[in-house]
Structures are given as structure tokens and as C-alpha cells.
């Protein structure tokens, strides 16, 4: 397993951007499919992008529709680091963020056996 730590949550209006970092230890960083998730009150934790590192194609990105063209997941893997620039943001977009990591999968939480601590993301009217 990988230990990860987030960070950049707050207070946000609508419509405002938002730039999430997950750090990551290990050396293997670059093997893993790195994902975002959340979790609003009451709700189930939901898919919100993923992304993985292959040597000869580079980084593949995958997002729920209710994300898409507003977030933007990305990697360094010289920092072992994973971000999610949040844009656009919504009200139904506040919720607590957790990044995770994978040996494989993209969407589903049952596939990360890493995950971080979470940080709160609040999006105001």
C-alpha cells in the first residue's frame, strides 16, 4: 500500500476553482492509477476522475459526467504527486475528497486499496 495525503479543499463560491494535491510516498508511484473520489453528507462515495501512467502512452484520464470538462486530474511523477483542478465549481460539488490509488481500475472503489485522509470541499452560493 501507498500513503497519501491531500490538500488545497476550502471554502469556494460557485463558479470559483478549486486545485486538490495528493502526495503519495513509495518509488513506485508512477505504476499506479491514481483517482479522486467524494463523499457528500449521506450520499455514497462517488467516482470523480482517475488517471494512469503507461511508459509508452503517457497519462489516460477517465471522469464521471458530472465532472467532465469542468475537473482536470493530472500526475507528477517526479513529485509522486496527483492533482484535480476543480472548476466551475457547483453547490452539489461540495463534499469530502479523498484521493486513492490502484494497481489497476479506473471508476470503481472497490478496485483502490490506498486511500487518504480526505479534505472538505465547500462550495458556496
Known amino acids: 500500500q501507498v500513503q497519501l495525503v491531500e490538500s488545497g479543499g476550502g471554502l469556494v463560491q460557485a463558479g470559483g476553482s478549486l486545485r486538490l494535491s495528493c502526495a503519495a510516498s513509495g518509488r513506485t508511484f508512477s505504476r499506479y492509477v491514481m483517482g479522486w473520489f467524494r463523499q457528500a453528507p449521506g450520499e455514497e462515495r462517488e467516482f470523480v476522475a482517475a488517471?494512469?501512467?503507461?511508459?509508452?502512452?503517457?497519462?489516460?484520464?477517465y471522469y464521471a459526467a458530472s465532472v467532465k470538462g469542468r475537473f482536470t486530474i493530472s500526475r507528477d511523477n517526479a513529485k509522486n504527486t496527483v492533482y484535480l483542478q476543480m472548476n466551475s465549481l457547483k453547490r452539489e460539488d461540495t463534499a469530502v475528497y479523498y484521493c486513492?490509488?490502484?494497481?489497476?481500475?479506473?471508476?470503481?472503489?472497490?478496485?483502490?486499496?490506498?486511500w487518504g485522509q480526505g479534505t472538505q470541499v465547500t462550495v458556496s452560493s
Open positions: 488517471i494512469r501512467w503507461s511508459r509508452w502512452s503517457g497519462g489516460s484520464t
Open positions: 486513492a490509488a490502484a494497481d489497476s481500475g479506473s471508476n470503481d472503489p472497490a478496485d483502490f486499496d490506498s
